[in-house]
């Protein structure tokens, strides 16, 4: 289990304290802060005991880098895509690159992934693939969305217990606006089938920073 | 300043049995935990002084629902715009909509802001905007992208020092992938105008976790 505590204002100031004088005395900090050496015993406690601090008899509170400060990083990473998806919207492969622009503007969507015969995840494309694609010289209305798409195995994707902080990782680094939630299957040939139950996406994200910050 | 530091794991659970049997005595706790009252003294100081429990003589400690727990929100909002932001993607607003879409897939970006001959700005245009009307009968090498672009006073801004936790809010309510960040002058007739100084987009949103995350 992780929660967060907040340090008051005075504990702050002990930590800058010491992070630049220790190590450093409980009176000398007293005098710092010119409080009495009782007044501060409390804070001092709550930032030893919470790991912020070591004090070692004679020498003083030094500051403990490696402490448990700022440990917003697990409370983070205890958020899995399952927390956060939304519902994934899909296309068949031969869908024609029209319905696929239409099915983006009624879902009101970045991305549609596309799925094979079997319903199983082949492709996706962007508003960027198809907006590209407006500009050359094809038929929008006859030739298939599967044309364009980005295809299997070259997709990122996730999986419901993944952590977001993870997935947050590759939709920067790969530069895209969500990803597919999948779950795997073996088909009978031995071949990894992918069956689509969501989607991921930077709205998702913005939204968990927004409901931690109004908790 | 604020700061946060993680409670132990029997910090945790320590708040899970006060939650659910307070009041309850500190002798109580230490049975339910199968551990001596003087262990129990440590994380007991911690979770008073820090504002999760009340400890009270002759009743025991009682749980503070208006506490200082999970206090994320507080660290959230210490960020402005200023820390995330990006450069502001421009262009003139006799510029051709083709021309735009040029420099979107240029810039790789997702939105594109217009600017009027003075400099300031006048529209935004986004991938949707450009997705629309390619599908339309627009010669999108002469229509100038003022044509289809959101005009102020209907552009949703941002300044440098807004808070990040706002901005995001303002994004996610609006549906929109990024906000130009703006200083406001006042012009010579009285009416406000608006001079670009970059762009917050979902993308920094989604890094500043990844910062806190990887902290």
Do not use: W
């Amino acid at each position: 289990m992780v929660n967060l505590i907040e340090l008051n204002e005075r504990q702050g100031k002990i930590l800058d304290i010491v992070k630049k004088h220790g190590p450093i005395t409980g009176e000398n900090i007293a005098e710092m802060l010119d409080v009495t050496r009782a007044a501060l015993r409390p804070d001092l406690a709550v930032l030893t005991m919470s790991g912020y601090l070591d004090a070692k008899p004679r020498v003083g509170y030094t500051y403990k880098s490696d402490g448990m400060a700022n440990k917003i990083d697990k409370l983070l990473r205890q958020y899995r895509v399952k927390d956060i998806m939304s519902m994934a919207v899909v296309v068949k492969e031969k869908c024609s690159i029209y319905d696929a622009i239409v099915t983006l503007f009624v879902e009101d969507t970045g991305s549609i992934f596309v799925l094979d015969n079997e319903g199983y995840l082949n492709g996706i494309v962007s508003r960027k693939d198809l907006l590209k694609t407006t500009l050359g010289q094809a038929d929008i209305h006859k030739v298939p969305v599967s044309v364009i798409m980005t295809r299997m195995p070259n997709i990122i994707t996730a999986t419901v217990d993944d952590m977001v902080v993870e997935v947050t990782k590759k939709i920067v680094e790969h530069e895209v606006d969500s990803l597919p939630v999948v779950k795997c299957f073996i088909g009978t040939n031995n071949e990894e089938k992918y069956e689509v139950v969501g989607r991921v996406t930077k709205t998702n994200i913005a939204r968990l920073l927004l409901d931690l910050a109004c908790k």
